[in-house]
């Protein structure tokens, strides 16, 4: 039986898939293979989609009911679908406004005239902040991949 993350491929941000493929005979070409079936894979985080916020799947997990039982290490893995997140969580678009606003000289958090958003993060500790909190609550942390 392999073990629990062998069974388990973490993924970009993905909203659906349609397809999945593994090169199960490393020729690196996904035409001679088949997709998996939907009942050989869940997505997760499973509750990714539902509440006040939706957010993306981050990982593909193999189901111990289907074909497949684990990744094969250094196949590799076709995944085709909607990338992304679900909708831009309003958070983001209210930072958004408020980072145009300071940009633009157009709120009292202005400090001086700047022409590009660097300056305009580096100049203005309420910028640095809206950026703080938008990647405290929605930055990813960088996992190591091993092949």
Not at 63 to 76: D, E, H, I, V
Request: glycine share 6%; charged share 20%.
């Amino acid at each position: 039986m392999p073990d629990a993350i062998d069974c388990v491929l973490y993924v970009d941000d993905l909203v659906s898939v349609s397809s999945i493929k593994i090169d199960e005979d490393m020729d690196g070409s996904f035409d001679d293979e088949s997709a998996l079936a939907v009942t050989d894979y869940e997505l997760l985080p499973r509750n990714a989609a539902l509440g006040a916020e939706p957010r993306p799947y981050t990982a593909i997990e193999l189901t111990p009911w289907g074909t497949k039982y684990a990744f094969q290490p250094g196949a590799r893995v076709e995944v085709t679908g909607i990338h992304g997140w679900p909708a831009v969580p309003e958070p983001v678009k209210r930072a958004c406004i408020h980072l145009t606003a300071i940009l633009r000289l157009e709120t009292p958090r202005a400090q001086a005239t700047v022409s590009e958003l660097g300056q305009v993060v580096q100049s203005s500790p309420q910028a640095r902040g809206i950026i703080r909190d938008l990647l405290t609550g929605y930055a990813r942390l960088a996992r190591l991949v091993t092949a």
